[in-house]
């Protein structure tokens, strides 16, 4: 395994070896709707298990390393400004502001800045995902009834 580190985030990638590894995992745990428990054993009488929302994100890693994913990993901090918002949604700065003016999402002042929480942003990100998701699938069942499709 090999790690890149700058500033807030790190680049993992992995050997053939640790994907092998991560499927016979995956494949071990099946699909599950809730996340096992997962205990980690550092002596013979010291053992901890990992709370629940923990051990969906270690078995998430799992899942991406067995698909052989280069997985990155970074931090968001829980307030951001318009200028990281807008990055994070892929959209301009007054494309954002517009939003924020339209209460599509939920911004406040600090001082005379505008920030957003990073909950609500990625939640928007979610949405509009979300919406281009059905609006594709309209789109090819349009298609389907008009023949346009092989």
Do not use: Y
């Amino acid at each position: 395994m090999d790690t890149l580190q700058r500033d807030d985030r790190a680049t993992v990638s992995v050997s053939p070896r640790e994907i092998e590894q991560a499927r016979n995992v995956r494949e071990f745990l099946g699909d599950r709707e809730s996340p096992p428990a997962v205990t980690v054993e550092t002596d013979v009488d010291r053992h901890l298990t990992m709370p629940p929302e923990l051990a969906a994100l270690v078995l998430r890693l799992v899942d991406l390393v067995g698909r052989g994913c280069t997985v990155t990993i970074g931090s968001i901090p829980n307030e951001v400004t318009t200028t990281v918002a807008a990055g994070m949604l892929g959209i301009s700065r007054p494309s954002l502001m517009k939003l924020v003016r339209e209460g599509k999402i939920p911004a406040h002042k600090v001082g005379s800045h505008t920030r957003l929480h990073s909950k609500d942003v990625l939640a928007f990100r979610r949405a509009q995902l979300e919406h281009q998701s059905k609006a594709f699938d309209e789109l090819r069942a349009l298609e389907e009834e008009l023949g346009l499709r092989d």
